[in-house]
């Protein structure tokens, strides 16, 4: 349901559905599977963890702003995203309108004026918190006219890529100004077998993590030590 890397980027920690929360530190060696083995495990939560809200459903996922942690963003299953500021009580400072169906991830931007949002219409959107206008959206066609969920979704270290993960295993890359994608990385050789279900970019921008309902967290290089802008 969630991950994320270490501020130094040699560990990885998972959350998932089981509510342990699993632990994987980079530098231990592979099983002959090429595996890395879990490294310690995190118990205690008893279930999914809620928050008292202005939404008319479930909260899905929550993002702080990351120059000031008063503020945060929260997507819910009532298809909307709000804005708090912890300084005013009991209401949203701003509610942001266009998907058309549960908001499963949410993400600032790192100039954190905008954010991201991903859905169960099959969309990603970009947001800016000043105006409340939706800035871009970002949608594939499909054959079917099904287009798979968005499950996660995070930015590259510059903003200019926007990393989504779907329910049908893909990994699409955007380049968020032209609205394309550029990669697939469910496409690529090992890739998912299963849904996405979270995405996590390291702190030097030099490789994602993905969850899946495969069990398998998995981690994508991007040219060694070069950032991902």
Known sequence: MSCA?????????????????S?????SQTDKDGNLPVSRVLSGHKGY?????????????????????RM????????????????????????FHGHEGDVNTVKFFPDVHRFGSGSDDGTCRLFDIRTG????????????????HVTSIAFSTSGRLLFAG???????????????VVLDLGKLQ???????????????????C?????????????GGHRRVK
């Open 166 to 180: 779907y329910t049908n295993g893909d990994c699409y890359v955007w380049d968020t100004l032209l609205a394309e």
């Open 72 to 95: 945060f963003i929260s997507g819910s299953c009532d298809s909307t995203v709000r804005l708090w500021d912890t300084r005013v009580a009991c209401r949203a400072v701003r509610t």
């Open 133 to 148: 206008h939706q800035l871009q959206e970002y949608n594939q066609q499909h054959d079917d006219n099904e287009a798979p």
């Open 5 to 21: 890397f270490s501020p130094s980027g040699q560990s990885v920690a998972c959350g998932g559905l089981d509510s342990m929360c």
């Open 210 to 222: 993905t969850g899946s309902w495969d069990s398998n967290p998995k981690i994508w290089g991007f």
């Open 49 to 69: 963890i809620v928050m008292p809200s202005g939404h008319t459903a479930d909260v899905l996922s929550v993002s702080i702003n990351g120059s000031n942690s």
């Open 23 to 27: 632990i994987f530190n980079l530098n």
């Open 190 to 208: 090992n890739s998912h077998e299963s849904r996405i279900s979270c995405l996590g970019l390291s702190a030097d921008g030099s490789a994602l």
